[in-house]
């Protein structure tokens, strides 16, 4: 099916118009993590209900109830059902992306203000938190609307908007209303596929399609001992130190050339097959990419194939921080009596945070135990979700290489993701669909990280991508 191409010229005329949308959408601070910016959620769930609502889409917020952050019990914010068109001659498509970000502070080491869109003419990028994660693309489907409102076209397929202001932390509340949605007569009845904006190319040049992502499990490791800080010159030497412990404990999950070093893990994971080596060993990328990417010539591996496969088809364990340390300019000579640290799994076929969980949890127990410490061990898992794999011969994943193909002029790459998207997962097994990742930024946008960003050709062409999807769903998808 040909895309009419007043499409795309509309959205090279509009250009100005969705960057400034996207300004308005990064200049709200909508931090999931941190109970004081709550409220800017809320905010952002506004600012896309009215974005829907001025181009003919019904919504609905939901309310997912309240959670315990920061010691508080505060509201969750809403998700946002949406629906237009209900032709049952066309294919239903559910669109998913997320309206929170990640917390951000300039005095992280930003060039810029997190949360003011700062647009570098030279360079041709976006600079702003949630700019490429997952503002960027969420507003590349209003733009796609916009487009087909404003012209009078007719969309060629009906769409479905499932957008939530938790994915940045563990997506509290939506896997109940999705499964509590599925079935006659409920919101995503009649869905034939999903489509998810919320991943990257693996570099800077080659477009790609996701048919996998990792899961995760995250972990809070907590060690408290003294009643209250204690002085290093009056203590030190003379009691059990909660950091002393946490550092030891830690420094027994992993070796620096990422080997995971707690017991039975490996024995989950799925065997690799010379078939699926083969296609790490085509996909369009280098040590080069992930070095440039990563700022810094630190590349486990020389080998292309087994970097990859670090990164999407095999487990890793991070260390992210702990809580309760002095971290503070200066040199201060304290002995903290608690402290947390924080570290994840990311989990492949066949690993699930349920059969991994008690392999943690045991080891951790016995290696403290080795220390013969006074003070006292907690361990939670603060959030997890199961990995997933989808088929990437279904007609889904055929009209987005098409769709990709007439955008971009290159066929993509077809690949596994490292990241969790938890919610992926919920939809392929609820509704019992395929689903595709269709990525808008690229892999040096730097989610998650300092001056996080979005080329302003990967917003454009991206939202001529995502459009030209819908097309060609229409055109690829079998007749019902």
Same mark, same amino acid.
């Given at each position: 099916?040909t895309?009419?191409?007043?499409?795309?010229?509309?959205?090279?005329q509009?250009?100005s118009?969705?960057? !400034?949308r996207?300004s308005?959408?990064?200049?709200?601070?909508s931090?999931?993590?941190?109970?004081?910016y709550?409220?800017?959620v809320?905010?952002?769930?506004k600012?896309?209900?009215?974005?829907?609502?001025?181009l003919?889409?019904k919504?609905?917020?939901? !309310?997912l109830g309240?959670?315990?952050l920061?010691?508080?019990?505060?509201?969750?914010p809403?998700?946002i059902?949406?629906?237009i068109?209900?032709?049952?001659?066309k294919?239903t498509?559910?669109?998913?992306a997320?309206?929170d970000v990640q917390?951000?502070?300039l005095?992280d080491g930003?060039?810029?203000?997190?949360?003011k869109l700062t647009h !570098?003419? %030279?360079?041709?990028?976006?600079y702003?938190?949630?700019?490429?994660?997952?503002k960027?693309?969420l507003l590349?489907?209003i733009?796609?609307?916009?487009?087909h409102v %404003?012209?009078?076209? &007719?969309l060629p397929?009906?769409l479905?908007f499932c957008f939530?202001?938790?994915?940045?932390?563990?997506?509290e509340g939506?896997?109940?209303?999705?499964?509590?949605e599925?079935g006659?007569?409920?919101?995503f009845e009649?869905v034939?596929c999903v #489509?998810i904006?919320?991943?990257?190319?693996?570099?800077d040049?080659?477009? #790609?399609?996701t048919?996998?992502?990792?899961?995760?499990s995250?972990?809070?490791v907590?060690?408290?001992g003294p009643? %209250? !800080?204690l002085h290093s010159?009056v203590?030190g030497?003379t009691?059990?130190?909660?950091?002393t412990?946490?550092?030891?404990?830690?420094?027994?999950?992993?070796?620096p050339?990422?080997?995971?070093?707690?017991p039975?893990l490996?024995q989950?994971v799925?065997?690799?097959t010379?078939?699926?080596r083969?296609?790490? &060993?085509v996909?369009?990328?280098?040590?080069?990419?992930?070095?440039q990417?990563?700022?810094?010539?630190?590349?486990?591996?020389?080998d292309?194939s087994?970097v990859?496969?670090?990164r999407m088809?095999y487990p890793s364990?991070?260390?992210?921080?702990? =809580?309760g340390a002095?971290?503070?300019?200066?040199?201060?000579?304290?002995?903290?009596?608690?402290?947390a640290?924080k570290f994840s799994?990311?989990?492949v076929p066949?690993?699930?945070?349920?059969?991994?969980?008690?392999?943690v949890i045991?080891?951790l127990q016995?290696?403290f135990?080795?220390?013969?410490?006074?003070?006292?061990l907690e361990?939670?898992n603060l959030?997890?979700?199961k990995?997933?794999v989808a088929?990437?011969?279904h007609?889904?994943?055929?009209a987005?290489?098409?769709?990709?193909?007439?955008?971009?002029?290159?066929?993509?790459?077809?690949t596994r993701?490292g990241?969790?998207?938890?919610?992926?997962?919920?939809?392929? =097994?609820?509704?019992?669909v395929?689903?595709l990742?269709?990525?808008?930024?690229?892999?040096d946008?730097?989610?998650?990280?300092?001056?996080?960003k979005?080329d302003?050709?990967?917003y454009?062409?991206?939202t001529?991508?995502l459009?030209?999807?819908?097309w060609?769903?229409?055109?690829?998808a079998?007749k019902?």
């Open positions: 099916m895309v009419p191409s007043k499409f795309y010229e509309y959205v090279d509009h250009k118009d969705f960057i !400034d996207l308005k959408a990064v200049a709200i601070p931090v999931s993590g941190d109970a004081s709550r409220e800017h809320f905010e952002m769930s600012f896309v209900v009215r974005e829907l609502e001025a003919g889409v919504v609905r917020t939901v !309310d309240k959670q315990i920061d010691g508080q019990e505060i509201q969750l809403p998700a059902l949406g629906s068109g209900d032709d049952p001659k294919k498509i559910q669109l998913y997320h309206y917390p951000a502070l005095s930003w060039d810029h203000e997190p949360f !570098d003419e %030279k360079t041709g990028r976006l702003g938190r949630g700019s490429s994660d997952d960027g693309p590349g489907w733009n796609v609307l916009e487009a %404003k012209l009078g076209l &007719e397929v009906n479905r939530e202001g938790m994915e940045e932390s563990g997506s939506l896997d109940d209303l999705i499964k509590a599925v006659p007569g409920k919101f009649g034939d #489509c904006s919320d991943n990257y190319w693996l570099n040049r080659t477009p #790609c399609l048919y996998g992502l990792r899961g995760i995250y972990y809070k907590t060690i408290s009643a %209250k !800080d010159g203590f030497n009691v059990h130190e909660p950091m412990d946490l550092v030891l404990l830690m420094s027994k999950l992993v070796k050339n990422g080997e995971i070093l707690i039975g490996e989950l799925a065997p690799l010379d078939e699926e083969q296609r790490y &060993e996909l369009d990328y280098s040590i080069a990419d992930v070095e990417s990563a700022g810094a010539p630190v590349a486990l591996s020389s292309k087994a990859l496969m670090g088809r364990l991070s260390l992210h921080g702990i =809580e002095f971290s503070a300019p200066g040199a201060k000579t304290v002995i903290p009596a608690k402290v640290g799994i990311r989990l066949n690993m699930t945070p349920d059969n991994v969980d008690p392999l045991t080891f016995a290696e135990a080795k220390l013969n410490s006074k003070n006292k361990v939670e959030h997890g979700g990995p997933w088929d990437p011969n007609w889904n994943y055929v987005a290489i098409k769709a990709t193909e007439t955008v971009y002029k290159k066929t993509p790459d077809l993701e990241g969790s998207i938890p919610v992926t997962l919920t939809f392929a =097994e609820a509704l019992g395929n689903v990742l269709l990525p808008m930024g690229r892999g946008d730097g989610a998650h990280s300092t001056n996080e979005l302003v050709s990967n454009i062409e991206g001529k991508l459009g030209t999807y819908l060609e769903v229409a055109a690829t079998p019902s």
